[in-house]
């Protein structure tokens, strides 16, 4: 495996790095620009390169990874998606968050044929050419599925939790599809849980020679290759059927305490999800007798109508002790740049 190829073939053609390196990216969109300063920071002399957390659940930090341990998970994606020499791969995210950066080097170690593409495209490309893979963040996912063209083979969908609306409308699609539990900490997914079609799943299933366990407050523990801390504890509440199975029940971090019972916002979100349409999210207030009360917001102008719509469904899917005592409107929830709902600012 070369982690610094001379060349890397674009769009069909096979170019020289060194003439890449040379590109003046003043001129660049900034799409563009990110993902050649990507390729300055990996042929670099360091052995490391810099990425950023997307603060969805805190203040966003710069770590840094070891270039080995990040082209050890770009082969873990390569063989599990079984992409050989020459497929074409589309990137169509931002090259300045860690999963934009392992498309790039997905394509350099297994020679792949890479289409860059600006993130805020409509896909009507796709018309034109066929992918063997992709990643995606929901928000793109929902502008593929208003095109109604699937020229994609297998589909990886991150930057948040999947929705089941959406995961509801895959199952008509042709392309594999995936969920991956992601961290930047990791160098992208550990694990994939399959979508729709033959292997349909609800749990994640860890990639070779990494497996999960859970700590003493339930949270996932990870041990892979190349983690400077074994194990990485992570936040996510978790039930495991084994050390390579596993389902995300919700955040710690995000746990609800209202008289007394621990509520977590995930599983009530899920049990809603089918039923309500437009984007909401559980949360809390403060309460003089309950500690934190249960309330849910919804995204948009508030509306009598919609709140009648929205209690029933609640007493219906809910239980007694499960019910917000409120409903709150936003007109537009904070959300980080790949669509994930940032609740702390909420």
Request: charged share 20%.
């Amino acid at each position: 495996m070369k982690l610094f190829p001379t060349h890397i073939r674009l769009n069909g053609r096979l170019t020289a790095v060194t003439d890449l390196l040379q590109r003046q990216v003043a001129v660049q969109p900034d799409w563009e620009k990110q993902w050649l300063n990507f390729l300055q920071e990996w042929y670099n002399q360091n052995k490391y390169i810099e990425v950023n957390t997307s603060g969805s659940t805190g203040t966003p930090k710069t770590i840094k990874l070891n270039k080995d341990f990040v082209a050890a998970s770009a082969q873990r994606t390569i063989q599990y998606f079984n992409l050989k020499k020459g497929d074409c791969i589309l990137h169509c995210l931002p090259t300045k968050y860690v999963a934009g950066k392992l498309m790039v080097v997905r394509a350099l170690l297994g020679e792949l044929d890479l289409h860059l593409v600006d993130p805020t495209t409509d896909f009507q490309f796709l018309r034109q050419k066929h992918f063997k893979f992709t990643a995606m963040v929901p928000t793109q996912v929902h502008k593929v599925l208003e095109s109604g063209i699937w020229n994609l083979e297998s589909l990886l969908i991150g930057g948040s939790a999947v929705p089941q609306p959406l995961v509801n409308e895959l199952q008509s699609v042709p392309t594999q599809c995936y969920s991956s539990y992601a961290m930047t900490e990791t160098a992208t997914h550990i694990a994939l849980r399959k979508l729709n079609g033959k292997n349909q799943d609800q749990f994640y299933h860890c990639l070779d020679h990494i497996k999960v366990q859970l700590s003493l407050d339930n949270c996932l523990e990870i041990f892979m290759p190349g983690l400077k801390q074994q194990p990485l504890k992570t936040n996510d509440l978790a039930e495991l059927a084994d050390e390579k199975t596993f389902r995300v029940l919700g955040r710690a971090d995000n746990v609800i305490i209202s008289g007394g019972i621990k509520f977590s916002p995930e599983q009530l979100e899920r049990k809603l999800e089918p039923f309500i349409s437009c984007a909401f999210s559980i949360s809390s207030l403060p309460h003089e007798t309950l500690g934190q009360q249960l309330i849910l917001i919804v995204e948009g102008e508030e509306d009598e109508k919609r709140i009648r719509q929205i209690q029933t469904i609640c007493s219906q899917q809910l239980s007694k002790y499960e019910q917000p005592k409120q409903i709150r409107f936003i007109k537009i929830f904070p959300r980080t740049e790949n669509g994930k709902v940032m609740r702390k600012a909420l």
